[in-house]
């Protein structure tokens, strides 16, 4: 959901934020005051004073929203129930600087759904991102990681980042392209 920015926001709360496009992070002190300017996959673009800061689902309920809850899933899923949980999961990670999913923009490079050795689910990922020196890539790489770690049954997430092949925008759907006004 896109917020304009016309909604102010107060932390009811310190809160731990992600300064972007640095990727520094660092904690909002309750009080400080801005306006949401994105608001997808249940994480939180907040400007303050001149400056761009991340907020996770999870710290939500900081600025006044409802924090991020795992996603619906039986003990009894199939593995392609599962499979399809990750994929609606992984498009909810957003770049906190461009409103496009991490599927629709083509990072994700591999998805697999694997068992350890004692049985416990675990999914890998390979992902890549749209410039190899982007100070948030170990911030969406996280998202990537928590955002999977949600889905009940699944005991962990690995996510690797690679840069081969080199992403470029022909890897985005026509959805990311026309969004992004490519098309």
């Known amino acids: 959901m896109y917020y304009p920015q016309s909604e102010r926001i107060v932390f009811s709360?310190?809160?731990?934020?992600i300064l972007i496009p640095s990727g520094d992070e660092v904690?909002?002190?309750e009080g400080s005051s801005g306006f949401i300017t994105q608001a997808l996959g249940?994480?939180?673009t907040i400007f303050i004073e001149g400056n761009l800061f991340r907020i996770a689902g999870v710290d939500a309920d900081a600025i006044g929203k409802e924090p991020l809850r795992p996603p619906d899933?039986?003990?009894d899923a199939t593995e392609a129930e599962i499979e399809t949980v990750v994929w609606d999961q992984l498009r909810t990670c957003f770049d906190p600087e461009i409103p496009i999913n991490v599927v629709d923009l083509g990072l994700?490079?591999?998805c697999e759904l694997t068992n350890d050795a004692e049985g416990?689910?675990?999914i890998r990922i390979a992902m890549t991102l749209t410039a190899p020196g982007c100070g948030m890539g170990p911030i969406l790489m996280e998202d990537v990681k928590e955002k999977l770690e949600l889905i009940p049954t699944v005991d962990r997430a690995?996510?690797?980042l690679v840069f081969d092949p080199p992403w470029n925008r022909s890897m985005m759907s026509e959805e990311?392209?026309?969004e992004a006004g490519l098309l």
Do not use: D, H, Q
Request: aromatic letters at 8%; a negative charge; hydrophobic letters at 40%.
């Open 13 to 17: 709360r310190e809160c731990p934020a």
């Open 27 to 29: 904690t909002l002190p």
């Open 42 to 44: 249940g994480s939180f």
């Open 73 to 75: 899933v039986g003990a």
């Open 108 to 110: 994700i490079y591999e």
């Open 120 to 122: 416990k689910r675990v």
């Open 158 to 160: 690995e996510v690797e």
């Open 176 to 178: 990311a392209l026309l």
